[in-house]
């Protein structure tokens, strides 16, 4: 099993920043990737951010610049820093993981619960 555990988040004000974290336990052979990604309110989930185990990133464009995605390999953990919000931002965010588990060759993406950020003044 692999369980990931998401942290921070929470309500902002427009012009304001928030860090959210995620770390990854469990039976955790290789991870090829993590990432977030965010659902508003009335619309269909939107990759924000991720970044490969190489450390390759890459984000929607509509965070591109304020958004900050980075890994720590050794922790198994992801993080997103949040800048400059604005109220299009309020959304679930959610981490994934792309892991391969010991004992098998396949790859199995994994979610964590998600958590609503709020950007209202």
């Known amino acids: 099993q692999v369980q990931l555990v998401e942290s921070g988040g929470g309500l902002v004000q427009p012009g304001g920043s928030l860090r959210r974290s995620c770390a990854a336990s469990?039976?955790?052979?290789?991870?090829?990737?993590m990432g977030w990604y965010r659902q508003a309110p009335g619309k269909q989930r939107e990759v924000g951010a991720t970044?490969?185990?190489?450390?390759?990133?890459n984000y929607a464009s509509s965070v591109s610049g304020r958004f900050t995605i980075s890994g720590d390999n050794a922790k198994n953990a992801v993080y997103l820093q949040m800048n400059s919000l604005k109220t299009e931002d309020t959304a679930v965010y959610s981490c994934?993981?792309?892991?391969?588990?010991?004992?098998?060759?396949?790859?199995?993406?994994?979610w964590g619960q998600g958590t609503l950020v709020t950007v209202s003044s």
């Open positions: 994934y993981v792309d892991v391969q588990r010991y004992g098998t060759t396949t790859n199995l993406e994994v």
């Open positions: 469990g039976s955790i052979f290789n991870i090829n990737a």
């Open positions: 970044i490969g185990r190489g450390g390759s990133t």
